[in-house]
Structure formats: structure tokens, C-alpha cells
T-cell receptor, first 116, second 110 residues
Framework: NAGVMQNPRHLVRRRGQEARLRCSPM?????VYWYRQLPEEGLKFMVY????????ESGMPKERFSAEFPKEGPSILRIQQVVRGDSAAYFCASSPTGIEGTGELFFGEGSRLTVL | GDSVTQMEGPVTLSEEAFLTINCTYT??????LFWYVQYPGEGLQLLLK?????DKGSNKGFEATYRKETTSFHLEKGSVQVSDSAVYFC?????????FGKGTKLTVNP
């Protein structure tokens, strides 16, 4: 039973380019969460999605960031016109029932974005 | 807002030493509390949890007790092993998200 798969593991972009991070949840999980970890900081919640729906995006920056979780395929976190401050590790987590259930999230290994 | 504060790392111990990683929280009501662990090169995974006051979570020799009076959820292990070297995150659940502390890196030397 494969875990949460994130790719790419490492991504380098120049300022102004776009970054796309992909997350395939565990089999049978329809709830996906994205977190960001800045250097020397803890993980910060960004967005919570179910299939085809954004449930809570209260942690997403208002501009340049977007997320989707289509009916088919992985969840995508998209960052347009990246800036150096976007350099961070982005973690995806999934859950079969949502965090209101057991509270357990299953995390991927993260995607590390470096903006030059 | 709701938050978690955990002791600054890094923490370096010798094998078989006693471990305590302090965690305190600020929240309205009585949130569920968690410890997650991240081993090198891996994603975070749930270590243990407690859902109400005085509950004790335990797993792999680690324990933490939900203390309402001190708003704390300290992680302890009586005898650490080299394989326990990892980053440990304290967290609480608020609505649709987990709120994490900054993490404490533990290194256990043989």
C-alpha cells in the first residue's frame, strides 16, 4: 500500500517562473492537506481539499497560490511568479475521513522548492 | 490564536538516556493533542495522541499526558535508542487543521 507520493522532491525555479507541486494521496483517501515549512519554522497549514472541492483555504496566500484536487489525478499546488520567499518545503498529507475523525494525517516526504 | 510551543533543539543524548521534550499549548476549549515524528528523509508520521484531559498517549516506548491545568503535553521516553534520532513535532487540532510546533531535533549517540 503505497504512501502519500509527492513530486518533484526537489524543484529549482528562477524568480518569476511557475512552480507546480503534485501530490497523490494514499489509496482510498479523498482528503488532502497542504502544509508549508519555512526554514527554522514549523509546518503551517495552507489548504484542505476533497475531490473537486476546496474546503478550507484560510492558510493560502491570497495571490499567486492556488490548489486543486481533480476527480482524476493528483492534487496540484501551483505557485505563479515565484519569489525568493517562496523557498520552503511543501508537505502534502492525506486522510480517509478528514481530520475530524481520528486526527491522523499521513504525510508525504515533501517537495523542496528553491527559488534563485 | 491557537498555538503550540515546544522546546528549542537540537537535543543530543546518549543511548539509554531519559528523554523529555516539553510542549505547551494555547487554545480555546480542549483540543486534541498529538506528537508527530519525522525520521530522516521521510514524511511526518503520527507517534501518539490524546483527545481529552488526563489521557495518556503511548507508542514505541514514548508517552505523553494531556495536562489541562498546565496546558502541556510533554513527550517522554525512559531509554532512547539511536533509531529514535528524528525531529519531533507537537501539534493540536483546530477545526480542519493541525497546528504544529516548530519541531525539536533529537540526536541519539551510541
Amino acid at each position: 500500500n503505497a504512501g502519500v507520493m509527492q513530486n518533484p522532491r526537489h524543484l529549482v525555479r528562477r524568480r518569476g517562473q511557475e512552480a507546480r507541486l503534485r501530490c497523490s494521496p494514499m489509496k482510498g483517501h479523498s482528503h488532502v492537506y497542504w502544509y508549508r515549512q519555512l526554514p527554522e519554522e514549523g509546518l503551517k497549514f495552507m489548504v484542505y481539499l476533497q475531490k473537486e472541492n476546496i474546503i478550507d483555504e484560510s492558510g493560502m496566500p491570497k495571490e499567486r497560490f492556488s490548489a486543486e484536487f481533480p476527480k482524476e489525478g493528483p492534487s496540484i499546488l501551483r505557485i505563479q511568479q515565484v519569489v525568493r520567499g517562496d523557498s520552503a518545503a511543501y508537505f502534502c498529507a492525506s486522510s480517509p475521513t478528514g481530520i475530524e475523525g481520528t486526527g491522523e494525517l499521513f504525510f508525504g516526504e515533501g517537495s523542496r522548492l528553491t527559488v534563485l | 490564536g491557537d498555538s503550540v510551543t515546544q522546546m528549542e533543539g537540537p537535543v543530543t543524548l546518549s543511548e539509554e538516556a531519559f528523554l523529555t521534550i516539553n510542549c505547551t499549548y494555547t487554545a480555546t476549549g480542549y483540543p486534541s493533542l498529538f506528537w508527530y515524528v519525522q525520521y530522516p528523509g521521510e514524511g511526518l508520521q503520527l507517534l501518539l495522541k490524546a483527545t481529552k484531559a488526563d489521557d495518556k498517549g503511548s507508542n514505541k516506548g514514548f508517552e505523553a499526558t494531556y495536562r489541562k491545568e498546565t496546558t502541556s503535553f510533554h513527550l517522554e521516553k525512559g531509554s532512547v535508542q539511536v533509531s529514535d534520532s528524528a525531529v519531533y513535532f507537537c501539534a493540536l487540532r483546530v477545526s480542519n487543521e493541525l497546528v504544529f510546533g516548530k519541531g525539536t531535533k533529537l540526536t541519539v549517540n551510541p
